[in-house]
């Protein structure tokens, strides 16, 4: 017979450890193996990639002369004139809300057949992720290029451009937002005899809706970016005007506009907080530096305690009378701002509406120049080679934008940072980090240290740590605070608290953010190939000039294929790492 007793039981002797003491071990799969080894190796190749680019701060320095010579041939900044400058700030905003709002409301459905937890099958599922993958592996450019040979010049092949390639990133962050919801709620209404629409409605899009609205506003301040590129292929706005200048050797004007462009990104940002305050109320996940100036309410320590219900909502009838406190108008007006830069984004976009009945006609013979794909008078060792190089240089900055984007965004979390000080500091770092185009520091690094990967290489890693620290901040902010707490009682230090509480929890968001910084810098290091990056974009520049699209075809066929391999590596990680 055994007898039950609440004592405590008998200290075991120094340097023993009872059986009871000792906690089971979870025994580590085959496959989790696997999964770490195939991590290491990548990061292995990322360092070997990092040697064989061969960047050398003392030969940076010594090659400052060449950066002296270009800022004295810049001389001072020049803009437009303020009239053509207003209506190209308008035509850029204009076209990149219209393309992200297009992607937005087309990633949806994508997203809900993508996730494991409400696909309706394996094969939706696949075809889902296949389409996100498709749409990210095609570089704006392209679809750009393509689009301004079936529709007329205008915004109207940047927009389609911006929406469709912006589906890739936003179905997969949504897809991403579902899978890791509470299943309680939808099992809950399912088993209620509640419709699949019904458990989507309100089992769903209430828990995933702030991830959803952070992920939109964020593909909107890269989209934003991503509009300079676009200009070199005759799409309207601030960059085609800044490509017109760069061609035409006016250096000043074009890194003026690039300074607007900036200074866009940072409007961005005050707006995107805006937004969120409004949708996400008391709530600190996901705030930024500047949400404590916008909402200053927010800069205390929050309560714990529920609102208290408000008279209004006593019963149906009081409802009805609902009271238009200060909050209602304020919200309102919002959602009323909100509609009228929609609608004023779509006009200021003139987008001409017949050549959506027009360009079928185009379409045959716009497809027979892109298909079959070959490399022409290229050899397929060179571009297989070129191909190679893209994504040493994409490993490679991957690899140098991982410690220092884990740094900063740990210190721009609000529950990682030393102080509110620290965090503003850290959050406005990553702001103007991310309002810097890649291509922009792209063209001022190749001055420095000449053509090559090297440039490519120090642009796609400045440019990264912006992306991925912002990612990182926010999914540190939005991890189960309760273990933090749990740790910090029983007096654990602040690094404790982190590495053994927030960095667990947000690892796997962690390791989805990393591929995705890889994936990203697969497709950026092949668009700054064009300006002298190296790799395969200088083989795409080249095509697209002479008109030879059965390459641009074959080009993008390798990229898709090296996305497809990132995307099942970035899916498996996930799997085992949950």
Same mark, same amino acid.
């Given at each position: 017979m ?6 405590p039981s ?16 979870? @025994? ?20 070997? #990639?990092?040697? /064989?680019?061969?960047?050398?701060i ?11 010579n ?5 001389g001072g900044l020049? $803009? ?24 937005a ?6 997203? &809900?057949?993508a ?23 095609l ?17 109207l092949?940047?927009?389609? #451009? *911006? ?18 919801i509470?299943?309680? @709620? ?5 088993a209620?005899?509640?419709? !699949? ?13 702030p ?12 989209n ?19 490509? &017109? ?11 003026? *506009? ?17 937004? =969120? ?6 709530? !600190? ?7 404590? *100036? ?8 929050s ?12 019963? @149906? /009838? ?15 007006s ?44 290229? /050899? ?55 309002g ?23 642009a ?8 991925l620290?912002?990612?990182i901040a ?8 309760? @273990? ?9 230090? =602040?690094?404790?608290? &982190? ?15 990393s $591929? &995705? ?16 990056g190296?790799g ?6 080249n ?11 074959a ?12 995307e ?11």
């Amino acid at each position: 017979m055994t007898v039950l007793s609440d004592a405590p039981s008998a200290p075991a002797a120094p340097g023993r450890s009872t059986v009871s003491d000792r906690a089971p071990r979870r @025994p580590i799969s085959a496959e989790r193996i696997a999964a770490g080894l195939t991590l290491v190796a990548l990061l292995v190749l990322g360092i070997l #990639a990092v040697e /064989e680019v061969g960047i050398s701060i003392p030969a940076m320095v010594q090659s400052w002369g060449n950066a002296e010579n270009f800022m004295a041939r810049v001389g001072g900044l020049s $803009f437009p004139e303020p009239a053509d400058l207003a209506w190209l700030i308008a035509l850029t905003v204009g076209l990149v809300l219209v393309g992200t709002l297009l992607a937005a409301v087309l990633s949806v459905p994508i997203a &809900y057949l993508a996730a494991s937890n409400t696909t309706p099958g394996d094969g939706w599922r696949a075809a889902a992720r296949f389409v996100g993958v498709l749409t990210r592996a095609l570089p704006d450019v392209v679809l750009a290029m393509a689009f301004v040979l079936m529709f007329s010049l205008g915004t109207l092949p940047g927009i389609l #451009a *911006i929406g469709i390639h912006s589906i890739g990133m936003i179905s997969k962050m949504f897809a991403d937002a579902i899978e890791q919801i509470d299943e309680g @709620p939808r099992l809950a209404i399912r088993a209620a005899g509640g419709s !699949k629409m019904q458990e989507f409605a309100s089992g769903i899009l209430p828990q995933v809706l702030p991830s959803w609205v952070a992920t939109v506003l964020h593909r909107n301040d890269i989209n934003l970016r991503g509009s300079v590129v676009l200009g070199y292929v005759g799409v309207a706005g601030l960059g085609l005007e800044m490509s &017109y200048a760069f061609k035409s050797l006016n250096y000043g004007k074009g890194l003026g *506009i690039a300074l607007v462009i900036f200074i866009l990104c940072v409007a961005m940002e005050i707006v995107s907080s805006l937004v =969120r305050g409004a949708m996400l109320g008391q709530q !600190k996940q996901t705030r930024s530096w500047i949400d404590r *100036i916008i909402h200053p309410r927010l800069s205390g320590s929050s309560s714990t305690s529920t609102t208290a219900r408000p008279e209004w909502a006593a019963s @149906p /009838e009081t409802a009805v009378r609902r009271p238009w406190t200060a909050e209602r108008v304020r919200n309102t007006s919002g959602i009323i701002v909100a509609v009228l830069v929609v609608i004023g984004s779509v006009v200021v976009s003139q987008i001409n509406w017949l050549d959506f009945f027009t360009f079928w006609a185009k379409l045959p013979e716009v497809a027979a120049k892109f298909w079959p794909p070959s490399f022409g008078s290229y /050899e397929a060792s060179a571009m297989f080679a070129a191909m190679r190089d893209t994504v040493a240089i994409a490993l490679a900055a991957t690899v140098l934008t991982l410690l220092p984007s884990l740094i900063l965004g740990s210190l721009a979390a609000s529950n990682v940072a030393l102080s509110p000080g620290a965090r503003g500091v850290a959050r406005f770092l990553l702001v103007g980090i991310r309002g810097i185009p890649e291509l922009i520091l792209a063209i001022v690094l190749v001055v420095i240290t000449g053509l090559g990967a090297q440039a490519g290489v120090i642009a796609l890693a400045i440019g990264g740590i912006g992306l991925l620290g912002k990612l990182i901040a926010d999914s540190l902010e939005e991890v189960d605070r309760g @273990p933090e707490r749990a740790l910090r009682a029983v007096g654990a230090t =602040r690094l404790q608290t &982190y590495t053994s509480a927030t960095v667990p929890q947000g690892m796997q968001a962690l390791i989805g953010h990393s $591929f &995705y910084m890889l994936d990203t810098n697969i497709r950026a290091a092949t668009i700054l190939g064009i300006v002298g990056g190296g790799g395969v974009g200088y083989y795409l520049l080249n095509a697209s000039q002479g008109s030879r699209y059965e390459t641009v075809t074959a080009i993008v066929l390798m990229i898709l294929v090296t996305v497809l391999v990132v995307e099942g590596l970035a899916m498996w990680m996930r799997k085992v790492f949950r």
